[in-house]
């Protein structure tokens, strides 16, 4: 999948999200801050993740639009457009270990 930095929006990242993990259950998939993000229940939920590499199922909850910022076009977290479409674009997945 390749996904355009231009004009991004929480939908079209919450439907990209949904479209590489559908076919990789028991998987998450790592973003550019450190966290996780990963399907369950039909539902795309983002967590921290340990040093040894797990899902902090603690600290799980559905993404959310809050943290969109709409201006720039990426989550508020990232430094760009660019660096929120990277995960997706280059996803690298690993065990949720639930």
């Known amino acids: 999948m390749t996904l355009s930095p231009k004009k991004l929006t929480f939908d079209t990242m919450h439907a990209s999200y949904s479209a590489v993990l559908q ?31 797990q899902v902090e199922m603690v600290t799980a909850g559905c993404i959310s639009p809050l943290a969109w910022d709409v201006k720039r076009g990426c989550w508020e977290c990232d430094d760009s457009p660019e660096m929120s479409v990277s995960p997706v674009n280059a996803p690298v997945f690993f065990d949720i270990h639930l």
């Not at 028991?26 to 801050?33: H, I, P, T, V, Y």
């Open 23 to 53: 076919d990789q259950p028991g998987k998450a998939l790592s973003l550019s801050d450190g966290s996780a993000v990963f399907l369950e229940n039909g539902e795309i939920y983002t967590a921290t993740v340990s040093q040894a590499g």
